[in-house]
DNA sequence: ATACTATCTGCAATCGATTACAAAAAATAG
DNA sequence: CTATTTTTTGTAATCGATTGCAGATAGTAT
């Protein structure tokens, strides 16, 4: 154990008070006559007293920990919003648990359990989807803010993007600047995928292209796969002109393969993907995006959760932001690719 | 509080023994009859009941939570430093508290404080240079593991990289490609700042190329401020034939100042860096880097932590770790520019 | 069968705080 | 100056586990 542990009992000798005072004087809501205030203080400063949160969290059963449990923090969608999280979680006073689960429905239970077992004030959650029919039915009462992903049929919190829509602004972005044959590369494991889908594929209806299933792969959200479908789908007899991507771990991966079939962009290939990442302005040409307020997205999970935590009963809200399209070198129109 | 509580006492209740002995059968060390430690499990399940990490942290005085303190998680070397720390953790039990200091001295103190307040099993930290002199005469007396950083004068396990000679060999590098006004950019609240730039100075030194002041910028290590500086040095009388920067973001910043400026590289200049990022492969040219073995530090420096909390008194290592040289477009020698 | 060990098990103390309740002190009223 | 109310303070219970110690039970040797 720590060397010089001093406790609320040592302060409390020192100070010439019970205990009780000297708690009362640090949570400092309760009526403490000056003077011994005074005199509690002084002892806390002599001794350097700190309150141990482990034995207050106990007792009081509550916590200043919250958990933000994403697929995987080096998806830098998910590094900016831990970011922000933490930014708010720190101005509260609170902590943060950081759980990868690589969109392991496993590894999503036993984080959910630690963060019950250890009796956080809530989570930050970005589920799979598969989690999600089991989530009402789990024995989980904590406070949580579901985040960039959406939960039907069950009463939770939500901030997420406007998917359909953002995505249907992306492909429709695409389409007036003539392209036709639009690849898209989806993931597989959130609903995220399935609403970019549906925006991608409003939008082609709207205009009156027809779906082409050889143009639509669903795919593990990670670089390699993202690279190896890409790479087949540029094979195809009538490749794409243009590669509409999901999100920025499968952008990655549909560049690299362009950049491996020596294609250049957008002379032979448009690509289009989502999310404001440190490459898409430092490639060439710089990539058109959506762009999606990271910071506000994890700044108004915090918020919600710490309102939530404050008052359990409060109606649930579902924060939708829009994304932003940033129209860039790689979606240039076809007829102006000879300038 | 949670509905549906169940303790330990209500275990041993539905079992019939003590609570005492259904703590031995969950703690699983102790000898306990199988008979009853059949019930015991029973009513474990029957009533699905966990155990209150906080009230265990409590009385055991352990704790299976670590504490990560790096400056910012955004910084690609620290969001992969943080990716294999949490699953080293997973893998032993343990959870993971990310701090951001933002390379504040004053979060530092404030988030090392907290760790010690929850109890921590240990902490992992990138400290700045100021807090160093004090880290030894704080009162913190947790296992803690120093990342990236070196720490003169303090007993503690390390790991860092040996960015003297990876700096040494990336200046080398560029010299021997023909470059000899080599700018550099290094981050000033770090060691490793210093440390790179004695390298870099001793290249210079080893082949007899002078130093030129100008051309010797320390800065935040942050991607506007990097911008700011290296475009002023861009505009020096006789400016650079090559920028070398002490870290990814800085080097981020260098190269949106050099497309600001309309230089080509390597014609006009060459860029040379740390850490491998997403994007030093996807800009083209792509990017000449020492690539640091982040997986391998993170899990190293868990590993270590984890050593000490079952051993404090073991004696301290220090280990360093090879970067790796990426030698690719961004330094190709001047000789072949015309190719 | 008796004595002696080795194994199990339970009681109760403990970790370090918070907090219900009651007692004491101070403030106010009459 | 006493009665009553209000504000302070302390005592002791409590949060939910672990663990030292002693008593109970089982096992072994004589």
Redesign the pocket.
Known sequence: ??SG????????EEA?????????V??S?????????QRVMEAVEKLQ????????S?????SNTIGLIVSDIRNPFFTSISRAVEDSAYKQGFSVLLCNTDEDPEKEKIYLQLMR?TNVAGVIFSPTRQIMSDLASLPFDFPMVIVDRSVPDVDVDTVLLDNVESAYRLTSHLISNGFRRIGALFGETSTTGIQRQRGYEEALKAHGIPLVPEYIKHLQPRVEASYKIATSMLQLPHAPDALLTSNSLIMEGALQALRACNLSIPEDIALVGFDETPWTLLVQPAITIIAQPTDEIGKTAADLLFQRIAIPTRPTRQIILKGQLMVRGSSTPLHLKAM
């Open positions: 154990m720590r542990m001093v406790s609320i009992k040592e302060v409390a010439g008070v019970s205990t009780a005072t000297v708690s009362r640090l949570s809501s309760d009526h403490v006559r000056p003077e011994l205030r007293y700190r309150p141990n949160l482990v034995a207050r106990l007792r009081s059963q509550q077992d």
